[in-house]
């Protein structure tokens, strides 16, 4: 494989393995805060038990997050130093703001909180976990802003070959950059809820305090009900932004070819790429894809031939990771409503069936935010910085595919290595009960 090749199955490496523990930094952070609100304002020492105890998972997620992230920089400089001489100025800009803002506000208060328990009062204690809470979300989007303006680039000059910034404001109120803040945002919330769900289900089976998984479960189906609806709703959002912004990328999540009107859409299909069309195509909805990509039956959506063949992205595995990644919402979706009717009617730990469904449900989450990342980035190829910069040039001259292969090697067994030590942390504590952490 060449430099560009294996530079990008670094990145990819490295940028999933991360965005394992981004989700529920996001989403969990927000359910501590309301836990020991609640805490605070009612005095219920259970609260303060849950609060604890998820608290300690939340510490395991966020340090290897942390260490996981800080290579993403150096891979910039590193593999891709083209593309930040060419746009370093734009996109160097929200990511400063991260670093320098976000991240040190996140870290400061997560300190706090940590060695602050019976030092400050309850009410700067529950400040501080809300602040990290606000500063984990605030990192995530800013980050998104940088990767949003790839997407959907604006507000610059092209001067001496290099992307200038002429309207900040452009770069800040980048809608894709906002749909993609909120729809991972959904996204953390709904992996967090099944995180919570999944944990309480395993201390249910076995009969350990009920009471307090019971209502760490109830909390969590609130969430994920709310967080894989909106998910749903944002992602219909982002779905009609792509249709008029990257109109290839639509064409390959649904491997449609041949540019019509009323197009339909396609439940089973498997892509042709070689023969420019579909080797397979069942169960036909008529004008469904324009319904879908434009919410009007007679639009005409454009097919893969209509562009070149060096400005398609790979069919294959943006359509299939797109078809998993809805359907896998649609199940999470279904199984939020599920948790959240049976946890208010019917007493959890009487149904095992029920508890065994989410306790083997935990994966599915992490599953479909991978291929949602999948979907946006492979499937925006063969641009870096889409319709302007392609991605191959974009790459490092300076590196050889040795020295990106011996880096490659180093980072997955590296991240193995953590990816062993995360499970078997989270593991050890989440067996623990409450009252065996707050001791």
């Given at each position: ?17 991360h ?8 989403g969990?952070?927000l ?32 340090a290897?997050?942390?260490v ?19 746009a ?56 998104l ?55 309480s ?17 109830r ?12 998910l ?54 008529p ?19 209509d ?36 946890s ?11 508890l065994?469904?989410f ?14 990342w ?5 499937g925006?190829?063969?641009?870096l ?42 593991a ?12």
């Amino acid at each position: 494989m060449d430099v560009v090749t294996l530079s990008r199955l670094q990145f990819a490496v490295t940028a999933m393995f991360h965005f394992i523990f981004v989700p529920l930094t996001m989403g969990l952070s927000l359910l501590l805060a309301y836990w020991e609100t609640r805490y605070v304002r009612t005095g219920d020492e259970t609260y303060l038990r849950m609060t604890k105890f998820w608290g300690n998972l939340f510490l395991i997620n966020f340090a290897l997050g942390v260490v996981t992230g800080i290579t993403k920089e150096f891979e910039f400089g590193m593999n891709w130093a083209r593309y930040s001489r060419f746009a370093g100025d734009i996109f160097g800009a929200p990511l400063a703001i991260e670093a320098a803002g976000a991240f040190f506000l996140e870290s400061t208060f997560i300190g706090l909180w940590v060695f602050g328990w019976n030092k400050v009062s309850k009410k700067t204690h529950a400040l501080a976990i809300w602040l990290v809470a606000g500063a984990s979300n605030l990192s995530a989007f800013l980050i998104l802003l940088a990767n949003g303006w790839m997407q959907k680039p604006g507000g610059y000059i092209l001067r001496n070959g290099r992307a200038e910034l002429t309207d900040f404001g452009a770069l800040v109120f980048n809608r894709y950059g906002w749909l993609s803040f909120f729809h991972a945002l959904f996204a953390g919330c709904t992996l967090s809820a099944f995180f919570v769900m999944g944990v309480s289900a395993y201390h249910l089976l076995r009969k350990k305090n009920p009471d307090f998984f019971t209502r760490s479960f109830r909390t969590a189906a609130g969430l994920g009900l709310a967080g894989s609806f909106l998910l749903v709703v944002s992602g219909d959002q982002q779905g009609l932004l792509v249709t008029r912004t990257q109109p290839t990328k639509l064409a390959a999540l649904e491997s449609h070819w041949e540019t019509r009107r009323a197009a339909p859409f396609s439940l089973f299909a498997w892509p042709d790429s070689r023969g420019e069309k579909n080797a397979f195509e069942w169960l036909r909805i008529p004008s469904g894809l324009s319904l879908m990509a434009y919410h009007r039956a007679d639009a005409e959506v454009k097919g893969l031939r209509d562009f070149p063949r060096d400005e398609r992205p790979p069919v294959l595995p943006t359509f299939l990771s797109f078809r998993f990644m809805v359907g896998l919402g649609l199940i999470l979706v279904l199984l939020s409503f599920l948790g959240w009717l049976r946890s208010r009617r019917d007493r959890l730990d009487a149904r095992p069936a029920l508890l065994k469904l989410f306790l083997y449900a935990i994966p599915l989450p992490y599953i479909a935010v991978q291929l949602g990342w999948i979907v946006a980035e492979v499937g925006r190829q063969p641009w870096l910085v889409f319709g302007v910069l392609k991605t191959a040039d974009g790459v490092s001259n300076s590196i050889t595919p040795g020295m990106v292969t011996t880096a490659l090697a180093g980072f997955t067994v590296l991240y193995g290595l953590l990816a062993v030590v995360d499970v078997y942390l989270l593991a050890r504590f989440a067996r623990k009960g409450p009252a065996e952490v707050s001791r």
